[in-house]
């Protein structure tokens, strides 16, 4: 009788209930527990009390331990029913149904202990993370990874949605901003509102090239004068007037009609520029 026998049988007779688990699971389950302990080894690099380090190490073992047995009656389940005493008989007849039920319950219990294993190895493998300081590293990776699809999907939509058809006529008591240069934005028109945030996400009027920050800047409007504000941009933002470069501080600086923008450093060929239109 075959192994592949012996699981159906017991599965349709003797009341087998985690017969999933090492069909499916308990494979996956001991590389993620071998795994997390390898992690914690490469954490513990650096720690320098060997006893914390020794616990450590002892503590994310338990979950290789607690599955280990269901993946190898995974591998051989004639083998393992032998151990408790299970002889697989030649065919079904030969099986004594009070043995096939003492044998799934045992399996059953078997089975447990790897599901309660696989839930430590994914706490073992958090617990190393931040152990060995990579968390930050992830959440870096993360965030890095969530701009990019984002920028990604941004610069589609603004390709589908404004590239084609008439152009927009732009219209605002207290002007607009026309982009003259940019990687993909040329040639757009914004109208001025109090308000407003200039950036690559979470903003109005949105620019994707990569020297503009997430939120670059805020225009406001004062009794009809408009200003803008840079908000801790990482690479700057710079007015240019009458042949002179301002760098605003994060003070709120008037614009006037003909000002040229720069977002990041007015020598930089990267720089988005944009001009402040208000015709009177």
Request: aromatic share 2%; no cysteine; glycine share 10%.
């Given at each position: 009788m075959s192994d592949y026998q012996l699981w159906r049988y017991l599965e349709q007779y003797a009341e087998l209930r985690n017969g999933w688990w090492y069909g499916i699971a308990a494979l996956p389950a001991i590389i993620l527990a071998i795994s997390a302990y390898l992690l914690m080894i490469l954490a513990m690099r650096r720690q320098k009390n060997l006893a914390i380090a020794g616990l450590w190490l002892l503590l994310a073992g338990i979950p290789a331990v607690l599955i280990g047995p269901s993946f190898y009656v995974s591998l051989s389940l004639g083998a393992a029913a032998q151990r408790i005493g299970f002889n697989t008989p030649a065919n079904e007849q030969g099986i004594a149904r009070a043995q096939a039920l003492q044998l799934s319950a045992a399996l059953d219990q078997v089975a447990t202990l790897g599901i309660t294993g696989a839930a430590l190895s994914v706490a073992a493998m958090l617990a190393a993370v931040i152990l060995g300081g990579y968390a930050p590293q992830l959440t870096r990776t993360i965030t890095e990874t969530f701009e990019k699809v984002s920028e990604t999907v941004t610069k589609t939509l603004t390709s589908v949605v404004g590239g084609g058809?008439?152009?927009?006529?732009?219209?605002?008591?207290?002007?607009?901003?026309?982009?003259?240069?940019?990687?993909?934005?040329?040639?757009?028109?914004?109208?001025?509102?109090?308000?407003?945030?200039?950036?690559?996400?979470?903003?109005?009027?949105?620019?994707?090239?990569?020297?503009?920050?997430?939120?670059?800047?805020?225009?406001?409007?004062?009794?009809?004068?408009?200003?803008?504000?840079?908000?801790?941009?990482?690479?700057?933002t710079f007015v240019r007037r009458d042949g002179r470069d301002e760098e605003l501080n994060g003070t709120p600086f008037e614009l006037r009609h003909g000002d040229e923008v720069y977002l990041g450093p007015p020598d930089e060929p990267d720089a988005v520029v944009l001009r402040y239109i208000r015709e009177s």
């Open positions: 058809g008439r152009k927009r006529t732009v219209r605002s008591p207290y002007g607009k901003f026309k982009v003259e240069r940019s990687a993909t934005h040329s040639g757009t028109e914004h109208a001025v509102r109090d308000g407003i945030v200039i950036g690559k996400m979470n903003a109005d009027i949105i620019i994707t090239d990569p020297l503009v920050s997430r939120r670059h800047a805020r225009v406001h409007v004062q009794d009809s004068r408009v200003l803008l504000e840079d908000l801790g941009s990482t690479n700057g």
